[in-house]
């Protein structure tokens, strides 16, 4: 018998939605008016993401709800289409909807961590080798700066954000929250995309939030945010603001690598077109004195994201 047929939906109308960059695929069924979303994963283990919506479901957080589950397929509640990207159309909502946003973490980061990998000092910093390995070499620049530059980013890491005592959840950001208004309090940000959660630093959602690849925010969005977060949880400006610039030149460092990645290697060329903007992310991040030490690293071995540099990245030479 079929996974559906199991669970009820074999004669379920089917309509593909949207994926992400992963190998992952979504299709939305529809069946006596009820809908579900099923979820294909050849490459990943759902049941860790299963095993996480029900630890945050339980938090009293929105993730969306397991139907049913077999190996690489789960059969999830539909949260609806009202990714707060789309539906941020002006400043008060925007504002409104990224208070939603903030308002789930806080409550998230009151609950100790599940057992999940660490994200350390260690383990973070290395992973920015993506964008050596992949946005510099792509670009066709040296990456003889790269350990030098891991080994500074270990240092600011570890001075700056050596906490693992919170769930992460990693991919935090516009496009993978929705807006469930019939909800209340920190239930009204609908969860997507954790399934690669870390236990990591309370400052390393925030800053996946209010620096988003994809979209800019509004004047004084970013500022509100950081404001909510320091007045719900009471931490001091000062350490939060340094981890933030730390975890967020991390974050941004090794999504250059990423999007590179996925234009050579999975033959997505228009996440290149984000490359300016996680740029500019980048750039406003190692302005922090926290990060002077991996900025005198980095400055002069990566190549900004010129026309050429983009055009090269986005057309790769075919691999032999």
Same mark, same amino acid.
């Given at each position: 018998? @079929? ?7 074999? *004669? *379920? ?8 960059? @992963? ?34 479901? $339980? #938090?009293?957080? @929105? ?10 397929? /789960? ?60 946005? *510099? ?21 570890? $001075?700056?954000? =050596? ?6 959840? %990693? ?9 469930? =208004?019939?909800?209340?309090?920190? $239930? ?8 690669? $959660? ?9 800053? @996946?939030?209010?620096? !988003? ?5 509004? =004047? ?21 603001? &340094?981890?933030? &610039?730390?975890?967020?030149?991390? %974050? ?8 590179? %990645? ?6 997505? =060329? ?20 926290? #990060? ?8 002069? *071995?990566?190549?900004?994201?010129? &026309?050429?540099? /983009? !055009? ?9």
């Amino acid at each position: 018998m @079929s996974f559906l047929a199991a669970a009820g939906w074999e *004669a *379920a109308q089917a309509a593909p939605l949207a994926g992400d960059a @992963s190998a992952r695929r979504y299709t939305r069924l529809t069946l006596n008016g009820r809908t579900a979303i099923l979820m294909d994963d050849p490459d990943g283990d759902v049941h860790v993401f299963a095993r996480l919506a029900r630890q945050l479901c $339980a #938090l009293g957080l @929105s993730a969306p709800r397991i139907l049913a589950e077999a190996p690489g397929q /789960l059969l999830l509640e539909d949260l609806g289409d009202a990714l707060i990207a789309r539906i941020a159309t002006d400043a008060d909502t925007e504002r409104r909807l990224y208070g939603a946003a903030v308002d789930a973490l806080v409550e998230l980061h009151r609950h100790p961590a599940p057992p999940l990998p660490k994200a350390t000092p260690d383990r973070l910093a290395a992973m920015t080798d993506l964008a050596f390995d992949c946005y *510099a070499a792509g670009a066709g620049a040296p990456i003889g700066a790269k350990a030098a530059v891991i080994a500074a980013f270990t240092e600011a890491l570890t $001075a700056h954000a =050596p906490e693992t005592d919170v769930m992460v959840l %990693r991919d935090y950001h516009a496009e993978n929250i929705l807006w469930l =208004p019939h909800r209340h309090g920190p $239930a009204r940000a609908g969860l997507l995309d954790f399934q690669d $959660a870390l236990a990591g630093h309370r400052a390393y959602d925030l800053v @996946s939030l209010i620096e !988003d690849a994809r979209r800019d925010l509004r =004047p004084g969005i970013a500022n509100a945010a950081i404001r909510q977060y320091l007045d719900a949880t009471g931490l001091a400006e000062g350490p939060l603001t &340094a981890a933030l &610039a730390v975890l967020g030149a991390q %974050r941004n460092l090794r999504i250059l690598g990423v999007f590179a %990645r996925l234009a050579a290697t999975r033959g997505k =060329p228009g996440y290149i077109d984000l490359i300016p903007r996680v740029w500019a992310h980048l750039q406003a991040d190692l302005r922090h004195p926290a #990060l002077a030490p991996v900025a005198r690293q980095l400055g002069p *071995a990566l190549p900004a994201p010129t &026309a050429t540099v /983009l !055009d090269r990245l986005k057309h790769p030479c075919p691999m032999r």
